[in-house]
């Protein structure tokens, strides 16, 4: 059975795929995104074990940035000397610059674009603040006592009131 991923590279170094469906948006994606692509991957099943062959791209990659020939990096970006130097060196045409300043050498089947409007959050209701009639625990020690397994209690003591 063959299926689709969408595999992606976002800023700080965060990387990922995940199935494709048939209600894939960018939306989907990180917000911090700098390309995408789909791939395919064979799935066989031979007696009662699944076999995966290995990832093929189904197209290019595509990007959020400006695309950018050698002469016009030359003209607009003329101290980015290692950027130069490394396409004259290698041989590229044509490179995109992504959102978050990362170049990478662009091929004719990728595409450049604008980076996704992302909707903003839906804005939180603000409410009048409660007496404060009985301290609450922070969020802090209950995730921790989530994570570590903890069955014993944490008790919290608030702390005296300033005089």
Request: glycine share 6%; hydrophobic share 35%; with cysteine.
């Amino acid at each position: 059975m063959l299926m689709q991923y969408v595999q992606f590279t976002a800023r700080e170094g965060l990387s990922g795929y995940f199935p494709l469906h048939s209600a894939f948006s960018e939306q989907y994606l990180p917000r911090t995104t700098e390309r995408w692509r789909i791939f395919d991957v064979d799935r066989t099943k031979i007696d009662g074990e699944i076999i995966v062959g290995s990832p093929v791209p189904a197209g290019g990659w595509n990007y959020y940035g400006k695309s950018y020939t050698l002469q016009e990096i030359k003209k607009q970006f003329p101290c980015n000397t290692i950027q130069i130097m490394y396409m004259e060196n290698n041989g590229w045409k044509t490179a995109v610059r992504t959102v978050s300043g990362v170049w990478y050498q662009l091929f004719d089947d990728d595409k450049v674009m604008d980076p996704p409007a992302f909707p903003d959050p839906e804005p939180e209701e603000t409410k009048e603040p409660e007496q404060a009639s009985e301290p609450k625990k922070p969020g802090f020690f209950a995730w921790l006592k989530r994570l570590l397994g903890i069955e014993k209690k944490i008790e919290y003591v608030p702390a005296p009131p300033a005089k």
